[in-house]
Nanobody, 126 residues
Framework: QVQLLESGGGLVQAGGSLRLSCAASGRTFSAYDMGWFRQAPGKEREFVASITRTGISSYYADSVKDRFTISRDNAKNTVYLQMNSLKPEDTAVYYC???????????????????WGKGTLVTVSS
């Protein structure tokens, strides 16, 4: 079992920045590729970004490319999502995800996620 706990969400104005963190406990963090998904009200949960277990490779949804950066610190069992130039359409609950399969050069699949966090709310005001 892997437990994931997100933090760092909140209210920010458009154009602002937030940094989300996801702390993992349980099984070996470095054995998992990690990702972030988000779900806006009335919409399906969608992929945002993922990073391989070594941190060498990352992948982004087109909607966040060049604005968001995913990173991880295996020594701290933590994955981060730096979000810059936030837009109102980025408003959503953001979920951390762990996947034992490789996500090299591809988006993490929602159906393939092994473990989910409970989510943290990000609200971007216009």
């Amino acid at each position: 079992q892997v437990q994931l706990l997100e933090s760092g969400g909140g209210l920010v104005q458009a154009g602002g920045s937030l940094r989300l963190s996801c702390a993992a406990s349980g099984r070996t963090f470095s054995a998992y590729d990690m990702g972030w998904f988000r779900q806006a009200p009335g919409k399906e949960r969608e992929f945002v970004a993922s990073i391989t277990r070594t941190g060498i490779s990352s992948y982004y949804a087109d909607s966040v490319k060049d604005r968001f950066t995913i990173s991880r610190d295996n020594a701290k069992n933590t994955v981060y999502l730096q979000m810059n130039s936030l837009k109102p359409e980025d408003t959503a609950v953001y979920y951390c995800a762990a996947d034992q399969r490789s996500t090299f050069a591809r988006a993490m699949s929602r159906d393939g996620v092994d473990y989910w966090g409970k989510g943290t709310l990000v609200t971007v005001s216009s």
